[in-house]
């Protein structure tokens, strides 16, 4: 079953709303620019017939750069008598300024007690993934994907542990701050945001591009600034929910999250709204549910999980159908390609295609049907259905666990899922802005969204669970449980 395109959200709307989305800023998790994005929401929601409108507040301690809202004024870096201009304050690292001996550490070292007193430069990580690699485990995948075997999947979206990592090694070890080199322009990660781990750290720390990164290496031993200027205090954030009673209890859940810094991070909810919107009209039979997280760049408060653990508590009373995050969606593909002026280092250049999308489906066949169906109905390009990233543990419950974002937490709690993301370059690099989303993908994309949707909203609930049931009776009786490992908030 298809929903009918023809009285869908167009590209207009749809525009509209992602430029009332990334026009907003940085949106980090309880500001004042995110609460205002919530605010909207439920403004949009309310105006929704039939909707009815919720929220779940909690606290958390809050990280803001100063200037407002500004990564990139956040924070300074001097060596010796040289300013060395830096793409933007590392989110949640330490306010203030710490001094020390610059040293560089390549990436394969460690971080540690050599390192006390001293400013830490590194790389940032280099993260190039074979295609190959994706698409071993794939259910099924589109086309224009058998092009890519033998190539990498070369961006920056699998970086935030390992950056996380490396921040709280510094800590541990007394450095007095780090410096993540880019090999790409410092324009073009100007304001970046990783990690988003949302664990405030003991050390100050800051991105620069490549250009800068030359200039540093030759003055490592040389005495290094540091500077972050942040506010850091308690705040309450909320998740909103929006629901749309059907002829059954029995809910079908989409997720996406509301705090981001781009065009990308999160423009879910503008395919929400235009879901929300088509179902008000076109009455499922399960009641359908929306929920707009938040904290999802403040990970150690993630709003999805706190409602994905609520699922779970709830599941076996038989009220959850499935559960449906989306995220990312519209990415144009960026590539780092030869600096265009011959110096050392990369660029990041449009290539004309779409960004690749990973469509997880944990393991029921009508979900995995719904969404191969959909895929190809829409005529998708680049899109990967898989059971899930990384290698299955036996005898674990999820064999596989990872969703790559939100579906994981979902995945994780033995909710039957499915979830569709992307990790472009421009996801967490606000340079960007609106040319890194094609509005027409991203209607098309949604489409296939309503779709899966459509087509599982009759089958009965045991023969959308699949294996779920099995997993969850495993649990039950002491298996292994796959376990998201959820960060402190205060290193």
Known sequence: MSIDETIFADETQLASWCERIGSAGLRGTATPAHERIISWVEEELRAVPGMVVSTDSYSTLRWAPSPTGDLARAGALHVADDRIEIAGAVPYSKPGSRSGELVYVERARDIGPACAGRIVLRDFPDLALPYDQLLRPALDFSPDMESLRQQVWDRPALADGILHNDLLAAGEAGAAGVVFAFDVPREQVSGYFEPHKGTHYRIPAAFVGVE???????????????????????????????????????????????????????????????LARYFAERPLERTLELAFTSAHLHISREGALRYAKRLDAEYDEGDIAFAFPIEHLGARELVPVAASDGTRGRELAFTGHAEPVLWAAGPSAPIRAAVSKAVADRGLERVIVTPGLGEPVPGRVPAMLSFGGLGTHFNQQLIPTTSVISGPWSLWAPYFGRSAVDIALLRRQSLACGD??????????????????????SRAAGAPVGADMVPPEVA
């Open 212 to 274: 800068e990164r030359d200039r540093l290496l030759p003055l490592t031993g040389a005495t290094a600034r540091l500077t972050v200027t942040a506010d850091v205090e308690p705040a309450q954030t909320r998740n909103v929910f929006g629901t749309l009673p059907g002829r059954s209890a029995e809910r079908i859940v989409l997720v996406t999250h509301t705090d981001g810094n781009t065009w990308l991070q999160e423009n879910g909810i503008a395919a929400l709204l235009a």
């Open 452 to 473: 899966v949707v459509a087509a599982l909203d009759q089958v009965p609930r045991a023969e959308l669970a699949g294996g779920y049931l099995a997993d969850r009776a």
